[in-house]
């Protein structure tokens, strides 16, 4: 999951050195928390949110595929 995200994420900032992609585990749960410069913060969210939420839907189709719930959280 963490790389998948953080290919996609590399694909649309422009700091890619930036791009930091955290997974934390618990038992039927992951949790991907994922920074980026602050001026990418507006790339990663898009407008009214659309694709923060395309990234998390991406996100559930893979884990529903492992069986495993996944939670996308950006940290500013």
């Not at 930036?18 to 039927?28: A, C, G, N, P």
């Not at 980026?36 to 595929?65: E, H, M, Y």
Request: proline residues 0%; charged residues 30%; contains cysteine.
């Amino acid at each position: 999951m963490k790389e998948l995200i953080e290919y996609v994420v590399k694909l649309l900032v422009d700091k890619t050195d930036e791009v930091t992609v955290t997974e934390i585990h618990s038992e039927k749960t992951t949790v991907i928390e994922l920074r980026v410069a602050q001026s990418d913060i507006g790339k990663i969210i898009g407008k009214q949110g659309k694709t923060a939420r395309a990234l998390r839907t991406i996100l559930n189709a893979a884990g529903r595929k492992i069986g495993s719930h996944c939670i996308l959280e950006i940290v500013e």
